[in-house]
T-cell receptor
Framework: NAGVTQTPKFQVLKTGQSMTLQCAQD?????MSWYRQDPGMGLRLIHY???????DQGEVPNGYNVSRSTTEDFPLRLLSAAPSQTSVYFC?????????????FGSGTRLTVV | EDKVVQSPLSLVVHEGDTVTLNCSYE??????LLWYKQEKKAPTFLFML????IEKKSGRLSSILDKKELFSILNITATQTGDSAVYLC????????????FGKGTLLTVNP
């Protein structure tokens, strides 16, 4: 099925560990982004990419790295996990026509840092 | 700084009731306003609004935008238990970054 695929769905990390959250889309969307969702905070933009080789910071980028080597994939790396990074992470993509129906979200990764 | 404020933050109704969810915004460069429904998992798209005064409808859900007063409402008529969810409002503030600014959401609970 076409859409945005995120892995893993759940992850528990120890403080200081690193890991990569995977995101892939098969809709040939140029724009991809990572959001985190915390209780009472809505969704906040971490990093985004407007195409392969182009990335930029969002609202809450500290502690995260991204790269975009292909149109399909946009992994999010946690360099040294901290309890403050406990959250639900969503990847989203959108086609180039901003008059289109909107963003497609992945099913999310629930991350707990202990 | 762009801001999106939703009200109420939570709402409990009975099946069959009609509800109105509110979203106000302050952004530097408005392009569109989007509504999403979130049930346990990923947000699913409901509406995109770009023009003032034009109602978007899908079944029992409808939404309208007022660009002069900087707000939007989402109406749900004849609510059902399956409408229970968090409803998110987001504004696309334009520019090359395609950034969405989200409100905190309204948690709607529909009791039988």
């Amino acid at each position: 099925n076409a859409g945005v695929t995120q892995t893993p769905k759940f992850q528990v990390l120890k403080t200081g560990q690193s890991m990569t959250l995977q995101c892939a889309q098969d809709m040939n969307h140029e724009y991809m982004s990572w959001y985190r969702q915390d209780p009472g905070m809505g969704l906040r933009l971490i990093h985004y990419s407007v195409g392969a080789g182009i990335t930029d910071q969002g609202e809450v980028p500290n502690g995260y790295n991204v790269s975009r080597s292909t149109t399909e994939d946009f992994p999010l790396r946690l360099l040294s996990a901290a309890p403050s990074q406990t959250s639900v992470y969503f990847c989203a993509s959108r086609g180039p026509d901003r008059r289109s129906y909107g963003y497609t979200f992945g099913s999310g990764t629930r991350l707990t840092v202990v | 700084e762009d801001k999106v404020v939703q009200s109420p933050l939570s709402l409990v109704v009975h099946e069959g009731d009609t509800v109105t969810l509110n979203c106000s915004y302050e952004v530097t460069n408005f392009r569109s306003l989007l509504w999403y429904k979130q049930e346990k998992k990923a947000p699913t798209f409901l509406f995109m609004l770009t023009s003032s005064g034009i109602e978007k409808k899908s079944g029992r859900l409808s939404s309208i935008l007022d660009k002069k007063e900087l707000f939007s409402i989402l109406n749900i008529t004849a609510t059902q238990t399956g409408d229970s969810a968090v409803y998110l409002c987001a504004v696309d503030s334009g520019g090359s970054n395609y950034k969405l600014t989200f409100g905190k959401g309204t948690l709607l609970t529909v009791n039988p």
